[in-house]
């Protein structure tokens, strides 16, 4: 946990001793009253916080404002649902990286129960994300959707207009002639990577028709959690290193 990350109606009012930022403070970063460190308001200003008071039940926490981060990489990401072991790594190193948006479609290939899993029903999914976010030391959160189909996420897309500034990639480990290092996408990027089992192919179909053109990283089939950390690390290179 890198920074600290506050919503904006936390600061001023206690928090339980037992929730997982304040451990952090009391017991990793071992800060006491009117100590500071790193901290900020979710997708608002980075700053310093400090603890104001401390009881038995909870522990109250002023933050000031240093400097609004920089906004996230204009990346759109599209992954066809995966089991949710694979989802909350996505969630998490994504956010990481670096992402302006993740949605999680139902494909041909999609388990259909992966989409009643806990993970999205609990809340947990945003969890992995402010964990993603408090590690790379930003407060920017990438929105987040679950559920719908590829074809509604296509359609909402739209066809894309001559001269616009936006690149379209889809990977595909069997029908792409083109490796994703070969090129420097410009613009806004729009990245479709199937499910586990890959794309159908009808799907294959939509996403041409809709502008994408099929990329792959290499000869070795990876992991989807893998295959995300990857093509976001290629892509980030075009800003020397980081996305």
Aim: glycine share 10%; no cysteine.
């Amino acid at each position: 946990m890198n920074l600290v990350l506050f919503e904006q109606h936390e600061t001023g009012t206690p928090i339980p001793r037992e929730d997982r930022r304040v451990r952090h403070v009391l017991t990793v970063l071992r800060r006491g009253t009117g100590e500071l460190f790193d901290a900020g308001i979710v997708n608002g200003p980075r700053g310093k916080a400090a603890i104001v008071a401390a009881t038995d039940e909870g522990v109250t926490f002023s933050f000031s404002p240093t400097a609004e981060p920089p906004p996230l990489p204009a990346i759109r990401l599209i992954v066809g649902l995966p089991r949710p072991q694979t989802a909350r790594d996505i969630l998490r190193d994504a956010t990481t990286l670096g992402v302006a948006s993740i949605d999680f479609v139902r494909t041909e290939k999609t388990e259909p129960g992966y989409a009643q899993s806990t993970l999205w029903s609990s809340g947990e999914w945003r969890r992995q994300v402010l964990a993603g976010a408090e590690q790379a030391f930003d407060t920017r959160l990438p929105e987040v959707t679950h559920g719908r189909t590829l074809a509604d996420v296509i359609t909402e897309l739209g066809v894309p207009s001559s001269g616009a500034a936006e690149t379209r990639l889809a990977l595909d480990n069997y029908e792409s002639a083109e490796p994703l290092a070969s090129g420097q996408p410009a613009g806004r990027i729009v990245f479709a990577i199937g499910a586990e089992r890959g794309w159908s192919a009808a799907e294959r179909q939509s996403l041409r028709a809709a502008g994408f053109k099929f990329v792959h990283l290499g000869p070795r089939v990876l992991r989807t959690e893998t295959a995300v950390i990857a093509a976001l690390a290629v892509v980030g290179r075009r800003d020397g290193g980081g996305t």
